[in-house]
């Protein structure tokens, strides 16, 4: 007697199912990004190589920023905002853009903003650590504060994939939340303390600060590799963790309710 299939069965082919397709997606994406470039992957490291250098020169060498080990400053709160904000904008449109193999193809349609998330984490961890080992060797970071970089890695990849899911899905039916999303971006790019601590910032301010999920997230980098001390750590990182529920709540809401009639406006 031939056994049926158990539910578990059915849930494990599932998900290696979806991996695969993930996995396909992903590796695509790449592939396409650096079909005839001249220098192909190592376009990667150019825009945020660039950033930490331009930001290096005018605000410690020219504006003579006074904070301690800003190399290191950089690299926690610039690189992180780089791959958040421009992993956002890049899948804004994705749903739409990708009408096509949606409506051909039973694709997920989470699997093809996974996919762009790895494809972008990918691109953002290269230059990450190669300026990660580059400050490690000239300003030196507390090896303590090295061991909490998969829960804050962890945290801002959780982070991203639940505005992708959010921003992606309301983008299908207000197609000018990208344009809402770019200039929201401009303004938090200042808002946030990423090229200035926030001990610049004055008191009656700081609420600003409070209420900001990109610098919730960013906080662990800076208190893991800049200024470490375990306890304010451990806060920020409980700080994130809210912030990541909170937005990871809303995301799935509005993903179980629009879902349904996503192929009716895209």
């Known amino acids: 007697m031939e056994k049926t299939p158990t539910l ?14 993930v996995y396909t997606l992903t590796w695509a994406d790449m592939k396409g990004r650096y079909r005839n470039t001249f220098a192909g992957f190592l376009w990667v490291m150019f825009n945020p190589l660039i ?20 190399f290191v400053f950089l690299l926690a709160g610039l690189l992180p905002w780089v791959f958040m904000t421009s992993t956002i904008q890049a899948t804004a ?16 349609p989470l699997s093809l903003l996974l996919s762009k998330l790895l494809d972008n984490f990918i ?11 580059f400050v490690f060797y000239n300003e030196g970071i507390p090896l ?45 790019y200042f808002l946030t303390p ?10 009656n301010y ?23 001390n375990q306890g304010q750590l451990h806060e920020s990182i409980f700080a994130a963790a809210v912030f990541v529920g909170i937005v990871s709540i809303a995301s799935y809401l509005t993903w179980t309710r629009k879902r349904n009639e996503l192929y009716l406006y895209i």
């Open 206 to 228: 700081r609420w600003i600060m409070q209420i900001n999920p990109f610098y919730a997230v960013i906080k662990p980098f800076q208190n893991s590799l800049w200024n470490f």
């Open 144 to 188: 303590r504060g090295i061991l909490y970089l998969p829960i804050n890695l962890f945290l801002m990849l959780f982070m991203t994939l639940s505005l992708n899911i959010l921003v992606s899905t309301l983008q299908v039916f207000y197609r000018d939340i990208q344009y809402v999303i770019q200039f929201g971006f401009s303004i938090l």
């Open 8 to 21: 578990n069965y059915h849930i494990v082919m599932s998900l290696k199912s979806n991996f695969l397709k």
């Open 93 to 108: 449109n994705t749903f739409v853009t990708m009408r096509d193999v949606l409506m051909s193809f039973q694709i997920n």
């Open 123 to 133: 691109n953002f961890i290269i230059p990450f650590f190669c300026l990660f080992f």
């Open 51 to 70: 950033m930490f250098a331009v930001h290096s020169i005018v605000f410690k060498h020219i504006l003579k920023l006074d904070i301690d080990r800003y």
């Open 194 to 203: 990423i090229f200035y601590p926030e001990s610049l910032v004055p008191l």
